[in-house]
């Protein structure tokens, strides 16, 4: 049972022009994501993150945002550069200190120069 | 600081065989998991280890065990190896209460 949904396998986007990866869930328990993105060669990276209380997270290029009531997140990408060509983790988590991260299958972004 | 450290980075095996794949976290990092990676499958949560106890354990079978040391190191171990097992399998350690974790690089293992 997958609880932690990427559905596009992959995405292509002009350079400059945003980038928005979708991810869906169905632990409601969950009150913790995550982004996490992945050169070949090279383990994930930790991108951005957003709690439960919140709806939107920034970080400079990076927006996350959260729909509880849909149980959906997305992550957009203004403006989109070729070196943010990579694959795309959605992750969360419950409270409690047992937690563990569940991942997504990932997605793969393109970004055309 | 350094990174997350996983030994070997690269290996080849034969079915049946047995591998033990290692992990050094950050300094400072009590925390260690680790994940399997396949083609379209995402990142498989396999156990999670703090202060040398297996706090969490994914849904894989029992020829998948880890173990972790004193000093926050960790080990896993798969024996009688399938074809299947075949993946990037990853590391990631974080601090106590944490929920970012940090990961190797990893190992890729590949069984013939």
């Known amino acids: 049972d997958q609880q932690v949904k990427q559905n596009s396998p992959s995405l292509s986007v002009q350079e400059g022009r945003i980038s928005i990866l979708n991810c869906d869930y169905t632990?409601?328990?969950?009150?913790?994501f995550l982004w996490y993105k992945k050169y070949p060669a090279e383990g994930p990276t930790f991108l951005i993150s957003?709690?439960?209380?919140?709806d939107k997270n920034e970080d400079g290029r990076f927006t996350v945002f959260l729909n509880k009531s849909a149980k959906h997140l997305s992550l957009h990408i203004v403006p989109s550069q070729p070196g943010d060509s990579a694959v795309y983790f959605c992750a969360a988590s419950a409270s409690g200190a047992n937690s563990k991260l569940t991942f997504g299958k990932g997605i793969t972004l393109s970004v055309r120069p | 600081k350094a990174g997350v450290t996983q030994t070997p980075r690269y290996l080849i095996k034969t079915r049946g065989q047995q591998v033990t794949l290692s992990c050094s976290p950050i300094?400072?990092?009590?925390?260690v998991s680790w994940y399997q990676q396949t083609p379209g499958q995402g990142l498989q949560f396999l156990f999670e280890y703090f202060s040398e106890t297996q706090r969490n354990k994914g849904n894989f079978p029992g020829r998948f065990s880890g173990r972790q040391f004193s000093n926050s190191r960790s080990e896993m171990n798969v024996s009688t190896l399938e074809l299947g097992d075949s993946a990037l399998y990853l590391c990631?350690?974080?601090?106590?209460?944490?929920?970012?974790?940090?990961f190797g690089a990893g190992s890729r293992l590949t069984v013939l």
């Open positions: 957003i709690s439960s209380i919140k």
């Open positions: 300094s400072g990092h009590r925390s």
């Open positions: 990631a350690s974080s601090l106590a209460g944490s929920n970012v974790l940090t």
């Open positions: 632990n409601s328990m969950f009150d913790y």
